[in-house]
């Protein structure tokens, strides 16, 4: 039987939500096809639940090339027909079009000498912001770092990057611990970026 003290918000009955919980959310990615991934799937949970998109990852990492920033660029009007008829993904038109104007916008930043890792990770000097919450449901919607970086990623043509996206972005990639005080992960994550 598992005892372990987890955030209320993972789903005990999903494997996949816990195994999500136990080793990814919040650990401070530096991985650029990560990065990329958990912003296209955070657009991609508006108005969903993180649990849809989570079960869908896979499919989504099949019907996005795994995530290759220059195909997905290229995607043309055959590809997003395809996509949009696939069942394994969230097949909404306007989230379609946003993956492969963020992977246009990620391609731009790029030119321009920037990673995504790299413009992150200064927003917070390098270091997670350490929070220190007793419940999932005191962590907060957002906060003006994450309305500073929704701005500037929209003005750079990023799309559904609204800034409750961007925070929880900011919260699965690791720059906020948002991990509940009493759960299990709180001091392993916190650890991790000391």
């Known amino acids: 039987m598992d005892t372990l003290c987890r955030c209320g918000w993972a789903n ?4 996949r939500y816990l195994a999500y919980h136990d080793e990814e959310w919040g650990v401070p990615s530096h991985d650029e096809t990560r990065l990329f991934e958990m912003l296209n ?13 989570l079960n869908k990852r896979d499919s989504y990492r099949e019907a996005f090339d795994g995530w290759d920033v220059e195909r997905i660029a290229r995607y043309d009007a055959t590809k997003v027909a ?4 696939n069942p394994g993904i969230v097949r909404n038109r306007l989230k379609v079009a946003a993956t492969i104007a963020n992977a246009q916008a990620y391609l731009r930043l790029r030119e321009a000498g920037q990673t995504l890792d790299g413009y992150l990770w200064a927003h917070v000097d390098g270091r997670p912001i350490q929070n220190r919450i007793e419940d999932y ?21 990023f799309k559904f990057v609204g800034s409750t996206i961007i925070y929880a972005y900011l919260q699965a990639s690791g720059l906020v611990n948002d991990h509940a005080l009493n759960c299990f992960r709180y001091q392993q994550v916190k650890d991790l970026a000391a």
Request: charged share 25%; aromatic share 2%; glycine share 8%.
């Open 41 to 53: 799937l955070e657009g991609a949970q508006a108005g969903l639940s993180w649990e849809t998109i």
């Open 137 to 157: 449901r005191q962590a907060p919607a957002k906060t003006a770092l994450s309305d500073q970086i929704s701005k500037d990623l929209s003005r750079r043509g």
């Open 82 to 85: 395809e996509l949009l008829a």
């Open 12 to 15: 005990p009955k999903n494997p």
